[in-house]
């Protein structure tokens, strides 16, 4: 067994004991100050961060170059993705950090590290791209970026949740660890406008790495107008919201729709193409 | 145990008896100074709220008639008259009720909080003139724990159920913790009031009263610091507020869905929270589907209550065995102090017989005196080691009065008398002077 597969399957049942105590405490009446999931999704992050170092420097040595972060294959590029939202969610809106959030994102982090265990073919046309300083920092804000949408999209469905449940007026047994509907919107809003910051800096690193790499700003493919076209509807989704003031269910639901764009951005757009945006094809 | 409570409380007694037997806070002081009179009472405390009245002491039987008689005396009251509504426990029955009482099984409403605080100040009230020992002492303090446990361990006091507690719940799942949220109250109704007390002490903000009686409305801004405005201007406020507690004894709807829907367009959909408490309803119910408006009338409320009261009820099982463990520990603790005096006797007969033998030796041995006394000491602690925790032990098993018997007669125990200058009993609990 190799260090990488055993750090993968620890990192994994962390994350899975983590899910099984935040839903202990869910349940439970205790309201402990400090909890033993938020611990142990903070261990796993810290097994998690390992796993990534030994997988960039086994890649490099594999591969023989300088420098490979763990995104050449479909199960690298979906176990990154998982460490990109434990990062984000742990380290970059540490402020906002919600005990009852971890149980939505604990089931989520071992759903996106399951196809971390099998075997993937590696990208080739990646590969030679990695010495870029600006491919790897597009690459780097673009996960962390989907990562910040991610991570909105599970705040407002728990807002619809708690909306649904207000309406209904009987599940009063619900919504008493829930956060305040407040407290989601806002949540979801400085996700939003981090990941819409991060997702700019992905779409200018990639330009430059792009002007570097073939000769233009613009690589004339889906996937480089799909993030434009996200970016300019979380534009107007925060205008909505930031300029003009405008709440409740239905901005959340704006949010909601834009997600599906930026799933399409980061999955869907491997169906008209592969190649050039690694891991995913 | 010679425990003993009795009492009366809302399941036993009409209000206009308990009314009448309550004692007032300078009356609780009074009372409890006076009990010293009573004929063998040993440590005694007084629990008086609007739903109980109830005494706790110590002594033989038959002194539960006498504590009935000081209470019916005390407040002037015929004999027969409030005799079929007292109960008495005695022993553990009368520890189990006040852990049943502090954790908020026995309250009118299951798991409120209010009890425990009664609790705690009546025991403070008791410690301070000094009419508690240890028994009663250590009895009170461990049923405070247990409050503090069940309403802790489990969710017998999660979930508002009156009226007031749960718009104040339901406006902090809505705005989260309550911070200058504005309020607009239409009509000046007692609930409306006591509504809007409760937002106020949660963190509401400004506070705007619409009534058709303007002196009203200028009546109870004053007891809240609140803007009274006349009943034409309500709707030019609700752009603005958060909450709206409505109870006007209006025939129709006052609250239209249509000045809402213009409202809700100029707030851009910030949220709108209405708690409807007039009957007939002065809000359109068809607001409540308007996106980001939430309606709540007094039946809505009657039923987040009921639905509360249902959770807190299926915890009773769960509290009820956090009492009989509780329970148990306390029948242990009070066992073991019956074996508080027989180990301070048998301390002093080993005492006696290592001093006889030391003087006998003293002069021949050649250490140091302090080595000497370790020696003494270390030889002490091993001879009285197993025995003691013999003790504990058949304590625990409720088996002790056996081995008391025993030692008694194996080292003619009753023929010693305590040693003067050790404290009167071992095993007594220190008193924390404060209780949290």
Redesign the interface.
Known sequence: MSLAFFLLSGVTAVYLAAFVFFLREFLSAETKSTSWASRLIELGFLIHTLLIFTQTFTLSDKLSSQFHLPVTTLGEASGFFAWSLAFVYLILLRQLKMETFGLILTPALVLFLIPAFFPFQVNPASLIHFHDTYFLLHILSAFFSYASFALSFIAALLYLALDRALKQKTSASFYHKLLSLDDLEHFIFRTIFLGFFLLGIAILSGAFWSKSAFGTFLLREPKSFASLLTWAVYLVIIYLHGILMRKGRRMVLMSLGAFVLVLFTFLGTSIFQTGLHVGIR | MDLICIGLNHKTCPVEIREKIAFSESALHEALLEMRTIEDLREWFILSTCNRVELYGRGLPGIEERLIRFLVEYHGLEDNICQPYFYRYRGRDAAKHLFRVSSGLDSLVIGENEIYGQIRHAFRLANELKTLDSILYQLIERSLRLGKRAR?????S??AVSVSSIAVE?A??????LTGERVLILGTGKMSELTMKHLVKAGAGEITVASRTYERALELSQKFGAKPIGFDAWLRVLRTSDIVISSTSAPHPIVKFEDVQSVMKER????LFFIDIAVPRDVDPRI?EM??V?L?DID?LK??SE??LR?RKK?IAKCEAIIERELESFDQWYEFLEAGPVIQKLTAYFDSVVENEIAKVGSKFKGHEDELKILIQKIKAGLLHVPVEKLKESARMGSIERYLETLHSLFRLEERKLPQSEPKDQEQPSRAEDVH
């Open positions: 802790s361990e489990t969710k017998i999660e979930g339901l902090e799942k809505i705005f989260g913790r851009r959909h910030k949220p409540g996106d980001d939430y709540y809505d039923t987040v639905a509360n959770l915890e």
